[in-house]
């Protein structure tokens, strides 16, 4: 059983940083991407990154670029969300997401990230 779990949110000024971190546990034999996504309030939830295993590149969606950046520690299964330069608009529950080649993908149960002054 393979369990994600998110770190990290809390309340923050605008122009701010944080950093979330999605530590697993579990075994995914194959892993396609991992990433985080977002869901702000009143909206769909909607990918922030993703790193692409069989490229080696991350993605990011348009709004973030340049301010917000992923990285993992493959030793300590974890990977973390560096945000910078946050804005009110950045304000949502954040999720990680772990996708296997084969089957569904693992999500965290989400951490609140308010940017508000």
């Known amino acids: 059983q393979v369990q994600l779990m998110e770190s990290g949110g809390g309340l923050v000024q605008p122009g701010g940083s944080l950093n979330l971190s999605c530590t697993f546990a579990?075994?995914?034999?194959?892993?396609?991407?991992m990433g985080w996504y977002r869901q702000r309030p009143g909206n769909q939830r909607e990918l922030v990154g993703v790193f692409i295993i069989s490229v080696g590149r991350t993605k990011y969606e348009d709004s973030v670029k340049g301010r917000f950046s992923i990285s993992k520690d493959d030793a300590k299964n974890t990977m973390y969300l560096q945000m910078n330069s946050l804005k009110p608009e950045d304000t949502a529950v954040y999720s990680c997401?772990?996708?296997?080649?084969?089957?569904?993908?693992?999500w965290g149960q989400g951490t609140q990230v308010t940017v508000s002054s």
């Open positions: 997401n772990i996708d296997p080649r084969v089957g569904p993908g693992y």
């Open positions: 579990g075994s995914v034999p194959a892993i396609s991407s």
